[in-house]
């Protein structure tokens, strides 16, 4: 639980801090952030590597209970600190779904046992996920849920709704909404647009989502609940948050690394690996998720790790399950994507996976102040690598395998602890190391 890690760049936004520094932690905490520490503790040199807060994941999905055979709270915690994750946000649709007590427990004491880092449990909004009556959300809250969600289904109640941000507000958690109007998808499968009519697909308009989201932010305006928007994929859907937070609604949102790096062009593959909800939208709605990032309204990226076993992908597209894996490549994805692409610059990258996640979920982590708690990502941002199909998680189900990404996760540290460190490998599961051309 000790650990004095020295030479590197630390960069924590919550501080406003970029420089060369040591940083010290004791008995899983941080003591200091210095220069020239020295303690009776093991060493990790991090000369020419940056060194942040541990990255948190709002948006999770470890599929246990009752999905064993597409990932573990075990192997899906393993694949979020080979990721630089050292907290993440179990969602609530598991088999039984998080909606009551037990299940909020034996998540906690899954990821206690067998965990490779933090787990915080989404409780459900509604009994059995079906939208029809309240979960406890008290005492799934007393039990340690952190937020409500039914995500995978929207809440098309509007009184539900309304009573679920009311409660929730009283907790102190949010609401996580996944914005879906089924209703305008007849069965879609992919964005509609140019080219779900080249390919003869059904198409899931912009406008499914916009919809509940302006709903949900005149609900959150008359309860003063907080609403958080998740994986956030549309140019209306953005424009309907930015207001909001002018009328000074308690709206907060995330985005996914897929979302801000591919478009719907990608889908004339046919690849299931491109099939997720929401769907890959055109580039027009791109642009705008990286404006929103560039200008502070996107809180988070979240990766909606949605593993699948590879019996179920390997179908044709209209058959396979919406989902896609990202704890692994988030940080080389948006890192190539963000920080190469001159859209931010590192420190505000930074902010969006680590510093503003915990802010957004009042979570512990997302700064190195003396006194947080000792979670720390160690990167190395010139390390060029190919994604291949290897993964800690159970799954595979990635959109970026084949691509060429910069950025990797070198070590992950919680707690004080080593979880994962790539030092004594010359090669990582998912992201190899690229030789350099000659």
Do not use: W
């Amino acid at each position: 639980m000790n650990l004095l890690i020295t030479g590197g760049r630390v960069i924590d936004p919550s501080q406003d801090l970029d420089s060369k520094l040591d940083v010290l932690i004791e008995d899983g905490s941080v003591v200091e952030t210095g220069r020239n520490l020295k303690a009776d503790a093991p060493v990790f040199d991090a000369t020419g590597l940056v060194v942040a807060p541990g990255f948190i994941d709002l948006h999770t999905h470890l599929r246990e209970p009752g999905q064993e055979h597409k990932e573990t709270i075990a192997t899906g915690t393993r694949a979020a600190v080979a990721g630089g994750y050292t907290a993440v946000c179990a969602m609530a649709n598991t088999v039984p779904p998080n909606d009551e007590r037990a299940v909020t427990e034996m998540v906690l004491a899954e990821a206690a046992r067998n965990g490779a880092c933090r787990v915080y449990p989404i409780g459900a909004v509604s009994k059995g996920l079906k939208g029809e009556a309240l979960a406890e959300l008290a005492d799934l809250h007393a039990a340690g849920c952190v937020g409500a969600s039914d995500d995978g289904r929207p809440v098309y109640n509007a009184q539900l709704m309304r009573r679920a941000l009311e409660y929730t507000s009283m907790l102190g958690i949010p609401v996580i909404a996944h914005e879906e109007d089924a209703n305008l998808n007849e069965g879609g499968v992919m964005h509609e647009g140019f080219y779900s009519t080249l390919l003869g697909m059904g198409g899931i308009p912009a406008a499914s989502e916009e919809t509940l989201v302006a709903r949900d932010v005149i609900l959150a305006r008359i309860t003063g609940g907080h609403v958080h928007i998740a994986h956030l994929s549309t140019a209306g859907g953005i424009e309907a948050i930015r207001r909001a937070r002018r009328d000074g609604v308690k709206v907060t949102c995330e985005v996914t690394p897929h979302h801000l790096a591919l478009t719907d062009e990608a889908v004339q593959s046919f690849s299931t690996n491109l099939k997720m909800n929401p769907p890959l939208r055109a580039e027009e709605h791109r642009r705008a998720i990286l404006e929103a990032i560039a200008d502070g309204t996107i809180d988070g990226i979240a990766t909606d790790h949605a593993p699948h076993h590879f019996d179920e992908k390997n179908v044709e597209f209209d058959l396979a399950p919406f989902g896609v894996i990202g704890l692994e490549t988030a940080f080389a994805v948006a890192y190539e994507n963000l920080v190469r692409a001159k859209v931010i610059k590192l420190p505000r990258l930074i902010d969006l996976l680590s510093c503003g996640p915990a802010r957004v979920f009042n979570l512990p982590g997302g700064t190195l102040r003396a006194g947080a708690i000792g979670d720390v990502t160690i990167l190395d941002v010139e390390s060029r690598g190919d994604v291949t199909a290897s993964f800690v998680s159970k799954a595979a189900n990635s959109p970026f395998i084949g691509q060429t990404l910069t950025g990797r996760v070198v070590a992950t540290v919680v707690g004080g602890e080593l979880r994962h460190d790539t030092r004594e490998s010359a090669s990582e599961p998912a992201l190899r190391k690229r030789k350099p051309r000659k």
